[in-house]
Each structure stands twice: as C-alpha cells, then as structure tokens.
C-alpha cells in the first residue's frame, strides 16, 4: 500500500509535470501561432496599411508631386557588402561619376551603418530623378530602385529589412504608382551581368505577392 501510493505519488508528479508542460507547450504553441498567423496577415496583408517602416517615407512623399505613369518598374537590389547606407553609397556612386549620386531611390539598412529595416529615401526619389542602378537605360528611365544593405550571396536579408521592402512595395504599389508596375529584381533586367539580390534574397516569394516577372515586358 505503502509502495503504490509512493508509486502514486510519483505517477502524479510526473502527470502533473507532464500536464504542465503540455500547458507550457500549449502556451507557446498558441503564441506561436498566433504570431505566425499575424506574419501571415502581413503577407497577405492589407496592402499599404502598415505603417511600422514608412511613415517618414509617406510624410515626404505625400509633398512630392509623383507624375502618373511616370514608374514602370520596381527592381529589388543587394548592396553586395554588408555595410552601408544611403549618404555612403551615394558618396561612392558620385565618385564613380554619378552626378545624381546614390543610385537607388530607396536603401533599406541591417542595423549596421543604418537602422534595421529603415527605409532611407535618396534624392533621386526625392527629387523623382530616373535611376542609375541597372545597366539598361530605358528601365533606369522608368525604374525604382530599392537596395537592401548586405551581400545575399552570403547572408539573409534581416527579417526587419524584408518587413520593411514589403511595407514599402505595398504602399509604393497601393498609393503612389499602381499595381501595374512590374516588379523584377537586378538580374533578371540584367541576366549574365550580376548575381544581385543574391541568392538568400527572396525573390520568388516576393513574385508570388508581386506578381511573375516577364521577359517580354522588356523595352
Ligand atoms: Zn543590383
């Protein structure tokens, strides 16, 4: 007797422990999925409502006068070196004889030389200046350019950088130049010339919420 309710006894602990771990189990299971569900409204989103990364980019763009019809095409870029931001590469490009400098009209930072997931505008965007950041001139005429810092041949994009491209392609798509315009990323407006975004950048997802990219759609 004495035995079965010492075996009792540890019976019951290890239900309880087992019951509290399930709780405990529970708990997280719950909050995980609620969180991957709330990663999962993101994505498939309330295009332009989230404001998290872009307000600034709203405030200024609202007093910019963005001429309809004027973009054609979003072209998604790595810096291809993990430090950086908007004033360096503009630096850089204007020593490389750009004289609009930075060749992007948007650089999204990793928490390095910028915020993580912060959006800085360019004064190409700013001005609404054509692009410097492909090697096909009629798509820089017509073409974004949005670069997100860090080599993706070699690491991932952070989450907060990704977070943040998706922010801003809703709103740029939702709000400023329509859902028309054609999303590529660097080397499929390029092929054979470069690797950009690099490998790690996800570019197929990001085609799937954008829309396919289409050779023909060139020129
Ligand atoms: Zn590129």
């Not at 007797?1 to 019951?12: E, F, P, S, Y």
Request: aromatic share 10%.
């Amino acid at each position: 007797m004495k035995n079965d309710r010492v075996q009792t006894g540890i019976l019951a602990d290890h239900f309880s422990l087992l019951t509290s771990r399930r709780g405990f189990l529970k708990f997280f299971g719950v909050a995980g999925l609620a969180f991957a569900s709330r990663g999962d409204l993101y994505a498939k989103g309330k295009p332009g409502n989230s404001v998290r990364f872009t307000k600034h980019v709203r405030e200024r763009t609202r007093k910019l006068s963005v001429e309809q019809g004027r973009w054609q095409w979003i072209v998604g870029h790595h810096s291809a070196i993990k430090n950086g931001n908007a004033a360096i590469y503009d630096r850089a490009h204007r020593e490389r004889g750009m004289e609009n400098g930075l060749a992007y009209h948007f650089v999204i930072g990793n928490g390095i030389d910028s915020g993580d997931g912060e959006i800085e505008m360019g004064p190409r965007w700013l001005k609404q200046l054509q692009g410097g950041h492909v090697h096909r001139e009629e798509i820089n005429e017509v073409g974004i350019g949005i670069c997100l810092v860090g080599n993706f041949e070699e690491t991932k994009p952070t989450r907060n950088q990704l977070m943040a491209f998706r922010e801003l392609m809703d709103y740029l798509r939702s709000e400023v130049v329509g859902k028309k315009i054609r999303f590529a990323v660097h080397r499929e407006i390029d092929p054979g010339r470069t690797a950009c975004p690099g490998r790690y950048f996800p570019t197929e997802q990001m085609h799937r919420l954008y829309g396919p990219f289409v050779p023909t759609n060139l020129a």
